[in-house]
């Protein structure tokens, strides 16, 4: 399992590629985007999101507060941790920061 920003190339190492933002990244096409699965759901709320604004001084009360939200997501986290037994799973993600995002968080969820 990794976690890979949506704008760098796809490769076939990837294995299944899925999306975990809610919003759909600007500037890459569907075809571009090389996507197995969208899953919006698994992102953080709009409001958490809004809060955090990518700043990384908040990322310690972001990562907190988004692993609240994940105890709700049992069965996205499950279909996931069933991908990843089989097949390669990267999880795409459009943030610029490639420390203090989402997928960092939830790749750290999806191992413990």
């Known amino acids: 399992m990794k ?3 949506i704008y760098e190339t796809p490769e076939a190492e990837d294995g299944y590629r899925v999306l975990v933002d809610r919003i759909w990244p600007r500037g ?7 996507l197995d699965e969208w899953m919006k759901d698994i992102a953080p709320s709009t409001e958490l999101r809004k809060w955090f604004n990518h700043q990384p001084e ?3 009360e972001f990562k907190r507060k988004y692993k609240e939200e994940l105890k709700e997501k049992k069965m996205e986290l499950n279909h996931l941790k069933s991908i990843a ?3 390669n799973l990267t999880l795409l993600y459009s943030a610029k920061d ?13 191992n413990k």
Do not use: G, H, M
């Open 58 to 60: 908040l990322f310690p």
């Open 3 to 5: 976690i890979k920003r």
């Open 28 to 34: 890459i096409s569907k075809d571009n985007a090389a």
């Open 98 to 110: 490639t420390q203090f995002n989402q997928a960092v968080v939830l790749l750290d969820a999806l």
């Open 85 to 87: 037994a089989k097949k």
